[in-house]
């Protein structure tokens, strides 16, 4: 039917420039954001499993974080704990000598006495001073700090220091003032040297456990990363390709549009 009202051409090549106009417009979009996903409606669901694994993404990245601050933290409490160490070794050195029979009590074995009184205050200052970020270490009150090492509650690393002063340590009452003092102290600091030991052991453990946790949280930070992108991300070569085609039925949409105006034209030869 030939018809002036209603311009059924016109309104069909118009119905499809919206929708061209549409599409070219999201892949726009897409190509300047570099995303596929710019809002919810270009695909909710995706957006819904994207930001699940953005959130577990930048709690991986954080527990990696504190995990790193984990390890200083250990590296701080083995340095005092190794000098302590020092400390023990040069007291028994000098248990071990004063044990010796060619030494007399006065002035001899007070002058070594002095110098274990100074080496066991030295061990009490270590101890109630080493800290990590004000957090002390070694004074008995470092006892199952948590380390949230992982994006979940469940991933935790329970750390615990002893007592490491001199009286923590089994050393704060040693006596070289006579060979029989000096000889029970060389058992006494032969005690307090195996609990040292056993502490820089055991910080050798912790360190190894979190450097583990370390690469297996970036192991998974990494592919998290991968699956995040192929969900957002924009494929810029097929949006390079729909934004060309859009643009080429764009003018050929313009063009039909502009033949269906001129074919009412048509109409009015029916009048001459």
């Known amino acids: 039917?030939?018809?002036?009202?209603?311009?059924?051409?016109?309104?069909?090549?118009?119905?499809?420039?919206?929708?061209?106009?549409?599409?070219?417009?999201?892949?726009?979009?897409?190509l300047a954001s570099g995303r596929r996903i710019n809002q919810a409606s270009d695909d909710a669901a995706g957006l819904f499993l994207s930001e699940r694994?953005?959130?577990?993404?930048?709690?991986?990245?954080?527990?990696i974080k504190?995990?790193?601050?984990?390890?200083?933290?250990?590296?701080?409490?083995e340095s005092a704990v190794d000098e302590i160490r020092n400390i023990i070794l040069r007291m028994r050195e000098l248990?071990?000598?004063?044990?010796?029979?060619?030494?007399?009590n006065a002035p001899d074995r007070n002058y070594a006495q002095a110098e274990v009184d100074q080496l066991i205050q030295q061990i009490d200052m270590i101890a109630n001073n080493a800290n990590f970020n004000d957090v002390k270490l070694l004074d008995g009150s470092f006892?199952?700090?948590?380390?949230?090492?992982?994006?979940?509650?469940?991933?935790?690393?329970?750390?615990?220091?002893?007592?490491?002063?001199?009286?923590?340590?089994g050393a704060a009452s040693i006596d070289v003032t006579t060979q029989a003092s000096a000889l029970a102290a060389m058992e006494t600091l032969g005690n307090s040297l195996a609990i040292i030991s056993n502490d820089l052991s055991?910080?050798?453990?912790?360190?190894?456990?979190?450097?583990?946790?370390?690469s297996a949280l970036s192991s998974s930070q990494k592919f998290s990363t991968i699956a995040y992108g192929r969900i957002v991300d924009a494929d810029m070569a097929e949006e390079a390709t729909n934004l060309s085609k859009t643009q080429v039925l764009a003018q050929a949409n313009a063009a039909m549009l502009a033949?269906?105006?001129?074919?009412l034209s048509l109409i009015m030869t029916l009048f001459n």
């Open 202 to 214: 055991m910080m050798g453990a912790f360190q190894n456990r979190i450097g583990h946790n370390i």
């Open 259 to 263: 033949q269906s105006n001129r074919s």
């Open 66 to 77: 504190n995990s790193q601050d984990s390890i200083g933290l250990l590296s701080t409490a």
């Open 95 to 104: 248990s071990v000598q004063m044990a010796n029979g060619v030494y007399l």
């Open 53 to 63: 694994i953005k959130l577990k993404i930048r709690g991986v990245d954080r527990a």
């Open 143 to 169: 006892q199952n700090i948590g380390i949230q090492s992982g994006h979940t509650a469940e991933e935790r690393i329970s750390l615990y220091f002893g007592d490491r002063s001199a009286s923590g340590i």
């Open 1 to 30: 039917m030939t018809s002036i009202a209603t311009n059924t051409p016109a309104l069909r090549v118009h119905y499809h420039g919206i929708t061209n106009q549409k599409a070219e417009d999201q892949a726009t979009e897409r």
